[in-house]
């Protein structure tokens, strides 16, 4: 009996720990948010407006993207002060009003953590600059170089060498994205000693976990290590990385909070160690099911790849780990464009994918509303750095300017970080003056007031979703298995419990199609529970067409 109880409330509180598994998210890409004080920027202020809506949508959580002190070159992800507040945003009064309105109504808030590297406005970096034998020379990496030759010919992601010749003290130091982005050392145990006070600083706050950001990168190959086939293997989840990442696991683990890492280069088979029951991390963000898969210059994503990938991450994670569900953040462009054909029959068969899969969902900001890609017509109108530097390659390859153009803007991230839409009123309701980026004229149409209005739009089946989802134990603990893994549109999978079987049937297309399923199924037992089209009973031989989704269950007791 003892030892019942003793077990009843070790699980009681590994449950409770666990409360991101029951959790569904929600990502802020604050400045295209929502603007309270008419500068066409959004802040938070805007964020505590919207709360209600977000209330309303269901959502357990809010992802915020940075909101530190920054000179925006990489819009906030170049911090040069890691405990203070973006001017455009607000100030850290604003944010504890927010985080305090946000608890209020029982939504926790994520924050972004950006400690592979920092502004070279930060401090540590201004000092290091100065001298060789300054303080704080080794927080970055430096190695002699002249100004025609760097150390090596490493690539950053973001174009050209990942280093930086500095006249000052004759050296080069190592960035693997913009120059103005130098990656600390974390070698140094200084540097670390400073990013975990911060981080406890944020979570005495009161916060409720973070988003670690470009964190499979803190750790680098000597310098002298040769690039073969991959050439980021330098710096993307090199050995030697666990030591500092199991130091900030032990401090997460302090506190009763999500973590997510973004994982870019943690292939599948090897997750278990980033998210498993000892993981670094609750759970990680992968970057492999929404890389380009194609032809550079098309628009649209592979439906085939798409399956293959998260099918592989479900298998992969189902015993040990907790996937994090996403098909586009603030870095990629809109799914509804690159999966769909910009219509809300589209965005909803891809919410039906993406929230009934095992894992946490993340929902980025407007796709509850069908948010699609901006048609990009001049360079001018792009603001995110990769995508113009892109461009310029292509210039300087012999491409004319528009199909530069073309090929430049169609992944570029600024799809996905032009305003919300949240009315029909200039500037989509966004602000009240000419926004930082521009809002994609569709708003009219497209549009948050819009959709809550409407019967059955795709924000009310964003509800009907999350509503289901936690709801139902099979959804969100219940086994996965893709079924139908070769059909080149239709995403089939099933969720089981003990107790019940779910399946999820969508056609990822506008086209009609036919699928087969089992004799042996016991067809008649099979309730339909949701649909995005007319009712269609699960049968042995289907026909499914325009973005058809349903939802399926039978009772196995
Ligand atoms: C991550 C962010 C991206 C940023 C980069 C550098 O990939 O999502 O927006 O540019 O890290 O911090
Ligand atoms: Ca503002």
Redesign the pocket.
């Known amino acids: 009996m003892a030892d019942l109880a003793v077990q009843t409330k070790q699980k009681k509180k590994t449950e409770k720990n666990s409360w991101w598994k029951e959790a569904v998210g929600y990502q802020i890409y604050p400045r295209s948010f929502k603007d309270s004080n008419h500068d066409g920027i959004g802040d938070l202020n805007g964020i505590r407006q919207k709360l209600p809506y977000l209330k309303e949508l269901g959502i357990d959580f809010i992802w915020i993207n940075p909101i530190y002190a920054s000179p925006n070159v ?2 906030g ?1 170049d911090i040069s002060d890691y405990q203070a507040i973006h001017e455009d945003f607000g100030t850290m009064d604003d944010f504890q009003a927010l985080l305090k309105e946000a608890h209020e109504l029982g939504l926790k808030i994520i924050m972004d953590l ?1 400690v ?2 920092t502004s070279d406005q930060h401090p540590w970096f201004i000092e290091s600059k100065k001298s060789l034998d300054n303080p704080y020379r080794d927080y970055y990496h430096w190695a002699d170089a002249t100004n025609e030759v760097p150390p090596n010919n490493w690539q950053s ?1 973001f174009g050209g060498s990942t280093w930086t010749y500095d006249e000052t003290t004759e050296q080069s130091y190592f960035h693997v ?1 913009a120059k103005e ?1 130098p990656d600390l050392n974390w070698k140094n145990s200084n540097v670390r000693h400073e990013i975990y006070q911060m981080i406890r600083w944020w979570l005495d706050l009161g916060i409720d976990g973070f988003r670690i ?2 964190i499979s990168h803190i750790q680098k190959e000597p310098w002298d290590f040769k690039i073969t086939d991959n050439q980021w293997a330098p710096f993307m989840n090199v050995a030697g990385i666990e030591l500092y990442l199991k130091e900030l696991r032990a401090i997460f683990n302090e506190y009763n909070i999500l973590t997510v890492g ?1 994982a ?1 280069g943690v292939p599948h088979h090897e997750a278990d160690a980033w998210t498993g029951d000892h993981g670094y991390f609750n759970m990680i963000f992968e970057l492999e099911h929404c890389q380009r898969i194609g032809e550079l210059g098309s628009q649209k994503g592979s439906i085939p790849h798409l399956k293959q990938s998260l099918n592989e991450w479900q298998t992969s994670l189902e015993h040990n780990g907790w996937n994090a569900l996403y098909l586009e ?3 990629t462009p809109r799914s509804v464009s690159v999966y769909g054909d910009d219509s809300p029959e589209a965005a909803k068969a891809l919410a039906t994918v993406l929230l009934l899969l095992k894992g946490t969902p993340f929902i980025y900001q407007g796709q509850e509303v069908g948010m699609t890609n901006y048609p990009f017509r001049s360079i001018e109108e792009i603001n995110a750095a990769d995508t113009i530097h892109f461009y310029q390659t292509l210039l300087a390859q012999g491409k004319m300017t528009n199909e530069a153009l073309k090929i430049a803007v169609n992944w570029s ?1 600024d799809h996905g970080r032009t305003p919300f839409q949240w009315e029909n009123a200039s500037h989509g309701g966004f602000s009240t003056t000419e926004p930082w980026l521009k809002v994609n004229e569709n708003y009219r149409i497209i549009n948050a007031a819009q959709k809550e209005m409407e019967n059955s739009s795709i924000f009310h089946h964003y509800q009907t979703l999350i509503r289901l989802k936690k709801q139902t134990d099979a959804l969100i603990h219940g086994t996965f298995e893709l079924l139908l893994p070769e059909h080149p549109t239709v995403f089939c999978y099933t969720r089981t419990t003990d107790t019940e079987r779910w399946l999820i049937l969508v056609q990822l297309d506008r086209k009609a199609t036919s699928v087969s399923f089992p004799a042996s199924w016991n067809y008649s037992e099979w309730e339909e529970l949701l649909t995005t089209a007319n009712i269609n009973p699960l049968n042995q031989q289907m026909t499914l067409s325009d973005y058809e989704a349903h939802v399926y269950r039978e009772k196995l007791v």
């Open positions: 990489d819009n992800y950006v592979n590297h992601f994205f982005q950001d470009a973004e870019s953040n603030h870095d991230r």
